[in-house]
């Protein structure tokens, strides 16, 4: 994720405060939205809805209530399947303006009521800015006409109706939403979505399942997040009323709910339009109508459902520091899998090119043509001095053998290479694939072996290696006595010397190859030194390893980020700003 400035600081008074809010409302979305959660950890399903839900409520009710914070009171009716919300909406108008019927789901987009005169906080998507608009047009049915099909098309199914009607009070807007139980997965996300957008619910139910499971657990959101609820029961049986009032609420002060207002409406017999006799929604209206005319009530209504909302969201957000606390972990170790195996098959590398390893096979043979053996060891423990002239003839004479002893050097180095890198892909790849956590990130794709392309790159890395290194021999040669020594036995030949130095280290060779090795890697030194000196060979050698090793590390890191960049494209890394937005959203949810 993008880390923005954690928001760890004290909310202040009046519009700045506002404002304040908003800025540390906005940076929390921006880190939200930002957050992935990639690895297949227990839990993470829900992490990553709890996350969109984050996200959603911050869009959809959150900042557009900050941002406007006189805007009408959007009361959004809810409730189970076939509870009568609909025809509740109805009688709370005096007239239809939403269907409902048998066929269940019928509610398949969310009308907003309001008074004509607020159109303006509505058309502009200020809240749910997801859903697009349409203008509810009554037809002679008095049903809105995007209504009036039974199978509208899939822009439809998130649109929201407008439709403008005087009889709803202004500074309070009605929507109507699809059944919390709905069959439809659509209407039920769809629901929850309208709800959490809402400064006051209308919940609705009915005398004989008022205590359903499904429709309390949104209730029980509704109290741990403050909210206003008015409780609806209808459907009641005038003799079964009082019992039935008592017990609901009896529940509803149980579960933190005491303060609802509760509403019963009578069983009744609907008219020809499916409407509820007059007086049935009388008490709701009127409750709805003198908080619209109670302006500071309305206020309170709505910095109480703000300050609820922004609370539960600071809860939220420190579940979901956790999950990705969990995931930035499980990453971590993922990621020390790939650098451990990695930096193991460099050290294994680097091993190989100090212990006389490389000394064996093709490039001994190569070195052992280039210098000869028997009389050349001979003269030089005699007398360098006439030796250097020797020596210095066949270099110019037979420069053929020391380009050969290059190139077994680059063929050797680059087995041992490839091989190493090798390994450490296999046994990051088995690791990964050993833990669903990180099997997920690999796929189908094979990680188990090097890149298409890497052995070239190993060649060339060599070369630039051994061409570097006959660029030290130049440097260190351009004095003029230097110079006419190192020109007298050739460039070719005193670089193939000094490569056979960096690895005349024998800890790694035995028996008749101690001799041998040895004894070729004290021609290369002495040779140097004849012509540079003691410390400057030393020097050189120093420095030349030190680049190939620089260059072993970069071909193995670049490996190596085939993995790894499979989790720096997906993982989190903002477990501490999620904790952080969640400390500033609690004090700003505490000094609402």
Known sequence: M???TTPDSEPVAGAEHSAHAVQLLESARADLSATVLPLELPGVEQARTELRQA?????????????????????VVGGSTGAGKSTLVNALVGHPVTRAGAIR?????????????????????RVLPGLSRISGVLTGSAVPAS???????????????LLGDPAVPLGVAILDAPDVDSISDDNRQL????????????FVTTANRYADAVPWRLLLDAASRDITVAIVLDRVPPAAEAEVSEDLRNLLRQEGLGRAELFVVHEAELDELGMLPHQAGEALRAWLHDLAEDSAGRAGIARRTLNGAVGALSERLQVLAARANEQDAAAAELRNDAVDAHEAAVTRILDATKDGALLRGEVLARWQDFVGTGEFFRNLEQNIGRMRDRVGAFFRGEPTPAVRVETAIESGLQAVILDEARNAAEETDRRWRSDPA??????TDDLSGTSENFPDQVSAEIRAWQGDLMELIRTEGQGKRAKARWLSFGINGLGAALMIVVFSMTAGLTGLEIGVAGGTAVVGQKLLEAVFGEEAVRRLARTAREDLHRRCRTLLESERQRFL?????????????????????????AHG
């Open 191 to 202: 629901a929850g979505q309208l709800l959490a957008a809402a400064d006051l619910w209308i």
């Open 2 to 4: 993008t880390p923005q």
């Open 105 to 125: 789901p019928t509610t398949r987009q969310p009308i907003l009521l309001h008074h004509p005169a607020d159109l303006p906080w509505f058309e502009d998507r």
């Open 147 to 161: 209504k009036a099909g039974t199978a509208p098309d899939a822009a439809a199914m998130t649109s929201l109706v």
């Open 565 to 589: 960049g499979r989790l720096s494209a997906e993982t989190s890394g903002g477990a501490d700003i999620l904790a952080g937005h969640a400390r500033a959203l609690a004090g700003l949810a």
């Open 438 to 443: 990180s099997r997920q990130l690999l796929g």
């Open 55 to 75: 996200v959603a409520q911050l869009d959809d009710y959150i900042l557009p209530r900050y941002r406007s914070l006189d805007a009408p009171l959007l009361a």
